[in-house]
């Protein structure tokens, strides 16, 4: 595990190209800029509106509007496109990667992105998956700030059957250079990854889509009511069922083993929480809650959320075109 660096002076990837300019990809060029660990970032979003963005804020230095040419001669390549692309992207981009180039991503699954990718990773060209733990529920170009991996996780699953020295040079790298945007990082193997997030992350998404996706079907409540009686738990669903579609969308078709396996235990775990509620035992409620309080007072005490919206990094003011790579 690295904790992350205040500063780091030394440049650590000459040039740096970034395929997908949205909230993740936006913020990794400002990050890594802001730390001076780059020397160019270059950039590739298929919208030119989105190119345009990105130049203007200060996310990239260059634009292009092919991935294959933003990562010519780049030493370290970042694949930010959603999930269910990521495969074809690697193809287009193999022949023109650079022996010794670092190619990483920022999905969040693991397991499928190896399946996907490695086939098309060129003999000298160092894949490590990653994964920074981070993000809020806007996308698009305008949605990326250099905050954004401050103090949050992000999580590197190396790949076992790469055991150079020169492998091993290229993860501790990569390990730097997100320790200086901000991230502690840590290491896991990928289908242990997929195991963890589905329960920390892809699970509540799902539960957020479904429960404000069942309040928009109540045929007793109407919509308008629904919106104006929200409670702080359903607003707080709400925002999370606001996140991207299509990432979501290929999250779960592509960690669907994992998902599937934590959606079964909720199930069981639901069915007991609706036979203490049947046979009013308030003991076994209470016992629940306690242990679920005990665990939010341990993540704010991590340093994982505060009592502050959205972090404390609100960025509600931003617009959000639709296209974001």
Known sequence: MTKRNEKISDVIFERVALIGLGLIGGSIGLAAKRAGIVSHVAGYARSKETRDVALERGLI???????????????????????????????DIKESLKPGAVLTDVGSVKMAVVDAVMPHVPEGVHFIPGHPVAG?????????????????????????????????KAVNDLDTFWAACGSNV????????????????????????????????????TKSEVVKYSASGFRDFTRIAASDPTMWRDIFLNN????????TRFNEDLSALQRAIRWGDGDALFNLFTRTRDIRRSIIEAGQDSDEPDFGRSHAHFVTPEDEN
């Open 61 to 91: 230095d260059s634009a292009y509007d092919s991935a294959a040419a933003a990562v010519k001669d780049a030493d370290l390549v970042v694949l930010c496109t959603p999930v269910g692309v990521l495969g074809d992207v690697a193809a």
């Open 136 to 168: 809020t529920e806007h996308s698009g170009p305008h949605a990326g700030f250099a905050e954004l991996f401050t103090d949050r996780w992000c999580i590197l699953t190396p790949l076992a059957a790469q055991s150079s020295d020169a492998y091993s």
């Open 186 to 221: 840590d290491r896991m193997d990928p289908k242990h990854h997929d195991l963890v997030l589905a329960i920390t992350s892809h699970v509540p998404h799902l539960i957020a889509y479904n429960i404000v996706g069942t309040a928009d079907d109540l045929e007793t409540v």
């Open 256 to 263: 669907k083993d994992a998902v599937l396996e934590m959606l």
